[in-house]
């Protein structure tokens, strides 16, 4: 069955779901996006992702009275006429259609398009084996604290990642020290049991499940450190593992090839993991988009 | 009167030109493009576009078998529907559509888009007082030299030199060297009469105008440099200038608020745009597109 997409102001069937080939998305990047979690029929950490999409557009100047957290009665709605019980929803504002020149228009309108993607998150299998992650240089622009979909670099990372037989790819500076993976936050567990993710800075992601790893990291018996680390820290860690609205917390079992301990899934991540769906499972409960009818049939399915 | 437009394969009412909110152009900037400049409605060095066209989307992993020069027919039809006499040809060519996913799609065919945009290029009023830019730092990717639609910092510093009052933006990399204009390659010419350009690698896009105006200094008494310089350096310059498809030569008399010279289009300048432009008209000539009652139609008008 086709999807229904929102594109500025319709709920359309996918195949009709299109925008302007002089959409600043299209031909100049110029636009930013978020990706919300859909578990149990509601939304995880709305708010939060609607504020980092509200403070994306305006870092990048969008008209002032351009606010984004309206738009999460129509969330909701995509997830209703979708009946998604678990997987995720896309939102991308653009600049606006207008015939093509670089500078900003002057009175073209926002373009607004969600879809939704129907997805195993909870229960992905992947998460129980791990993934294997590569290291790339990362070639990406010097504001990657801003979520716009200029992600080509992002792109070919994951393809190379693919070539070389990795499920991801993880991407490092000019001076040797991992940024991010290639659409999620990187993490290392040292020996001594500290978490060891890259502090907050125009080189990374902001990500909403980093913010919640990380002040889950207090049930645990793990201590935080917000810093740069190197691929040969990693390769001694005890464990490592990403975290994205799309995996929340995904073990990485080796890099490069050289196995984390003994290439399983670590318990640490696994604890962590089950903190943080568990927090995200309350929070898409206080945000139900399904009816109550719909999120109880899938449950007992 | 609406333009045509080509969208993969047929000729579209400019407000039917439309792609599938699912296109890579659109989600992932996963796309190159060229800007074809027309005059007397002819094609302006199309093969060295199409060329530069087919190595983006090499560089880009697109598949083998995608062959750009099959285009320049569809370029010349676009030309002809839309009566375009001077101005340009966009061209973009995407990884098509599929449902969202980072890693390149297995069975999605390229997207092609073509719209002309009616200009005036030769009797441009502005290259009689030339322009003014600022200067703010490059923070684009480590790939400037593949043309993609990744272009949002361009956009960026487009519109801070609008909010600063002028024409455009040259990029300065992290050394104080400028790279290049925000859609243009940048030159000074040196008291010794040396004309200064960076030269060629990662950090520019290689300009198919940089390349004539290169092969016609040595019709001048200009000699010429390829090596960074810095805005200093350009501040004590006899002239400035920047290249483009779009503009040729475009003469720049002030940077930063500080006048170059006299804050006039230098005469070296000038004596190179008129280079440029008649060695555009022989190439124009030799790809006609417009029928001949067309183009002397318009000429005699």
Known sequence: ????????????????AKI????????FA????????????GIVDADAHLARLARSLDELDFPAHY??????????TLVRNNKLHEGLIYMQVTRGAQDRSFNFPKNADPTVVMFTQQDTIADDPVAK??????????????????KTVALLPACLAKAEASRRGADDAWLVDDEGFITEGSSNN??????????????????ILHGITRVSVLSLISQTNLELEERP?????ANGAIEAFSTS????????VSINGNKIADGKPGPHAMVLRKLCLEAARQSAAETPALSPRHRIKKRSS
């Open 30 to 41: 110029d636009a930013a996006y978020e990706v919300f979690p859909v578990l149990d029929g």
């Open 245 to 252: 609205a799309s995996a929340f917390v995904m073990p990485v």
């Open 229 to 233: 680390f190197t691929i040969e820290e």
């Open 1 to 16: 069955m086709s999807r229904t997409v929102y594109v500025n102001g319709e709920f359309l069937p996918e195949e009709d």
């Open 129 to 146: 084996t791990g993934i294997t992650v590569i290291t790339v240089p990362d070639i990406r622009w010097q504001r990657c604290d801003i």
């Open 186 to 203: 990187a993490y290392i567990i040292t020996k001594d049991n500290k978490v060891v993710t890259r502090h907050l800075s125009k080189a």
């Open 67 to 76: 606010t984004p957290d309206e738009y999460l009665p129509v969330l909701k």
């Open 20 to 27: 302007s080939v002089f959409d600043r998305g299209f031909l």
